[in-house]
């Protein structure tokens, strides 16, 4: 056999040199070197917002300096297609889309989006973060901002039921119209009557939902009923703050008027009285 010009019969050992080892050596620690640098870290800003447009970038960088600016206490994570915010818990997530952010909320939200701008997204009903909106404008991100903090608030200090709240708030002003008001519990909620049922109030996650009877409302601030079938108490209208109980007690008390009246001849006069096309 010849190596390196030198001819070696059988069986006679092979001495390599020094420089061999040492090249060799040299490749197998450029190789482990470039085994890392191929791990690339993906949880950067740059591979978030990689080949993105400038204003969804833009959008970005303005909603995470006004998230992280509400508190110190607030967290950021890069993930690998995500930013998650968190406290003890993720509060929220944007996802960087070509032309709009997508953000995710933690569930608690919803009680403050009086606005009603926030969606369930699909597939995520029973997750914690399972409202989300997308924005496409620097001029929405007030509004969301304006959510986060109430978010932030509401977390860090200690938790008072706000449905209860609005409830007592609400039956006690109820019971205050008149003294010969009574209440009874029925499977959809707290039923209030004055000769007949007037008005019902129900706890949802979000608030309160209110139905009552078809009084006159030319502002369109209540809303029908989704049924097949025609109900006296066919209006409705979700309480989701304090601010919203001035809003419906007028027709509240409208509605109590309405049961104040003699029995009429439902069988009769029932859609003319209870159901608006």
Same mark, same amino acid.
């Given at each position: 056999?010849?190596?390196?010009?030198?001819?070696?019969?059988?069986?006679?050992?092979?001495? @390599?040199?020094?420089? %061999?080892?040492?090249?060799?050596? *040299?490749?197998?620690?450029?190789?482990?070197? !470039? =085994? /890392? &640098? +191929?791990?690339?870290?993906?949880?950067?800003?740059?591979?978030?917002?990689?080949?993105?447009?400038?204003?969804?970038?833009?959008?970005?960088?303005?909603?995470?300096?006004?998230?992280?600016? @509400?508190?110190?206490? %607030?967290?950021?994570?890069?993930? *690998?297609?995500?930013?998650?915010?968190?406290? !003890? =818990? /993720? &509060? +929220?997530?944007?996802?960087?889309?070509?032309?709009?952010?997508?953000?995710?909320?933690?569930?608690?939200?919803?009680?403050?989006?009086?606005?009603?701008?926030?969606?369930?997204?699909?597939?995520?009903?029973n997750s914690s973060l399972c409202y989300y909106i997308k924005i496409d404008e620097l001029k929405d991100l007030d509004y969301i901002v304006e959510l986060c903090n109430k978010l932030?608030?509401?977390?860090?200090?200690?938790?008072?039921?706000?449905?209860?709240?609005?409830?007592?708030?609400?039956?006690?002003?109820?019971?205050?119209?008149?003294?010969?008001?009574?209440?009874?519990?029925?499977?959809?909620?707290?039923?209030?009557?004055?000769?007949?049922?007037?008005?019902?109030?129900?706890?949802?996650?979000?608030?309160?939902?209110?139905?009552?009877?078809?009084?006159?409302?030319?502002?369109?601030?209540?809303?029908?009923?989704?049924?097949?079938?025609?109900?006296?108490?066919?209006?409705?209208?979700?309480?989701?703050d304090l601010d919203d109980i001035d809003t419906i007690m007028p027709y509240i008390i409208k509605s109590y008027e309405l049961s104040k009246y003699n029995p009429?001849?439902?069988?009769?006069?029932?859609?003319?009285?209870?159901?608006?096309?």
């Amino acid at each position: 056999m010849i190596y390196n010009n030198v001819e070696y019969s059988n069986n006679e050992k092979i001495e @390599i040199g020094d420089n %061999i080892k040492n090249e060799s050596s *040299i490749n197998i620690k450029t190789s482990d070197k !470039n =085994k /890392k &640098i +191929l791990n690339v870290d993906t949880s950067s800003y740059k591979k978030i917002t990689y080949n993105k447009k400038e204003l969804t970038i833009q959008l970005f960088n303005e909603f995470d300096k006004k998230i992280l600016s @509400i508190s110190k206490d %607030i967290e950021r994570n890069y993930l *690998i297609k995500n930013v998650v915010y968190r406290l !003890n =818990k /993720k &509060i +929220l997530e944007v996802q960087i889309n070509q032309s709009d952010i997508l953000i995710s909320f933690h569930k608690d939200i919803k009680q403050f989006d009086n606005e009603n701008r926030l969606l369930i997204r699909k597939g995520y009903e029973n997750s914690s973060l399972c409202y989300y909106i997308k924005i496409d404008e620097l001029k929405d991100l007030d509004y969301i901002v304006e959510l986060c903090n109430k978010l932030y608030s509401y977390i860090i200090s200690p938790k008072t039921d706000l449905v209860e709240i609005l409830f007592d708030n609400l039956s006690t002003r109820i019971n205050n119209i008149n003294p010969n008001i009574t209440s009874h519990i029925t499977n959809k909620g707290l039923m209030y009557k004055n000769k007949r049922n007037f008005t019902i109030l129900s706890k949802k996650k979000y608030g309160i939902y209110v139905r009552l009877l078809n009084v006159d409302d030319t502002n369109n601030t209540l809303s029908i009923v989704g049924r097949t079938n025609y109900e006296p108490l066919c209006k409705y209208f979700k309480v989701l703050d304090l601010d919203d109980i001035d809003t419906i007690m007028p027709y509240i008390i409208k509605s109590y008027e309405l049961s104040k009246y003699n029995p009429i001849d439902l069988k009769n006069n029932f859609i003319n009285l209870y159901y608006t096309e």
